[in-house]
């Protein structure tokens, strides 16, 4: 280990008090968190403590202006019992894409991997046995500068927590094609997984669950005509045997789930498209009877399959869940390579090291 992280463990735990047969998404927190900050330059004061709150001062600059950044990974645990993540440097890189976009410093790749390492390996307990559940990490930065003016702030802190999870979508998602509003435009921030994209994103999923919808379909911010993403997931079509997904040119996020799809379905001999895909040619796939699946993909979500979309006028249900195969086959292979089930060729589980200094 390269990094001194101050390791200060809970007195007690809480595990006691969770019920792993039935995890609610996002409520639930592990006993410890890792913390460090940014100050003159650097980042320093790299520290594991127990899980709580953080005061923060009223002109703390990210409630302001929004220079807050996350990233959502998963640990699991293979039937041996061995933890593992999934692809933790993709999310390391990823962090920092986002940090530059929002004029933020970057964290260290190594220092965010020796902290994940550290953290799931001191909560490992927390990490839940069911192939569907996992240890949910969530890496994050704001700016803490006390300060309201606008500009960068010199100050951040970096924060890492965990808890364990069941499914985001328990059930298959129906999606409402978005023609009002749009969730990032070329030169935007949407490729950046930045608190302020999902913020902009909530009324709309309201307006769009008033109206009996799970959440929006976005189009592209210049036509309306383009498929985008969720806002929670990638999303990805299979149309007449191919499996298509929109090109992240710089509008959606960069989902690793995303591009693990992609690999795992093109090893398996599918024709995998990433390309501009218009709501006109779903639709029209749709009336001729070759719009077989449409499903999301994310760290979260998984593989979610979508049952319905209605764009305009029409509502396009989507075959039954039985004849769901290439969605079905991309999250068994994940759930699958997570638990350990099945073999992991890309070597995308990185078993989590088990040192740890406490002091
Ligand atoms: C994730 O999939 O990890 C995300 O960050 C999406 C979030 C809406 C839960």
């Known amino acids: 280990m390269k990094y001194d992280i101050k390791v200060t463990r809970a007195e007690t735990t809480r595990i006691g008090t969770v019920d792993f047969s039935n995890i609610p998404f996002g409520r639930v927190f592990s006993d410890h968190m890792f913390m460090a900050d940014y100050k003159d330059g650097t980042w320093q004061n790299f520290q594991i403590l127990p899980f709580g709150p953080i005061s923060i001062h009223p002109a703390c600059m990210a409630i302001h202006y929004g220079q807050s950044i996350f990233e959502g990974m998963k640990a699991s645990r293979k039937s041996d019992g061995t933890p593992c993540l999934f692809r933790p440097e993709k999310h390391a890189t990823r962090l920092n894409v ?35 559940s996992a240890l949910y990490i969530r890496p994050f930065m704001f700016a803490n500068g006390e300060f309201f003016g606008v500009r960068p702030s010199n100050s951040y802190k970096f924060v890492i927590f965990t808890g364990p999870v069941g499914p985001y979508y328990p059930k298959p998602v129906s999606l409402l094609a978005e023609e009002k509003y749009v969730r990032a435009a070329m030169g935007g921030a949407g490729e950046a997984k930045a608190a302020g994209n999902y913020g902009a994103a909530l009324l709309p999923a309201k307006l769009a669950q008033e109206q009996g919808f799970d959440q929006v379909l976005w189009l592209d911010a210049r036509e309306f005509k383009y498929a985008q993403e969720v806002g929670t997931m990638n999303i990805f079509f299979v149309i007449d045997g191919k499996v298509i997904t929109p090109a992240t040119l710089g509008t959606i996020l960069k989902g690793i789930t995303r591009e693990s ?30 719009l077989q699946e449409a499903f999301g993909s994310g760290t979260a979500a998984v593989v979610s399959h979508v049952e ?52």
């Open 98 to 132: 986002s940090a530059y976009r929002m004029c933020m410093p970057e964290f260290p790749e190594d220092l965010f991997l020796e902290a994940i390492h550290t953290l799931v390996s001191l909560d490992r307990e927390w990490i839940p046995q069911d192939e569907g």
């Open 261 to 290: 799809i992609i690999q795992i379905l093109r090893d398996k001999g599918y024709t995998v498209e990433e390309r501009r895909i218009s709501i006109d040619e779903i639709v029209e796939a749709f009336q001729a009877g070759k």
């Open 308 to 359: 319905r979309i209605k764009y305009k006028d029409l509502i396009m249900q989507l075959p039954p869940m039985e004849d769901r195969h290439i969605g079905e086959l991309a999250k068994a292979e994940i759930n699958g390579m997570r638990s350990g089930r099945i073999p992991d060729p890309y070597g995308w589980l990185i078993p989590v090291q088990e040192e740890v200094m406490v002091s």
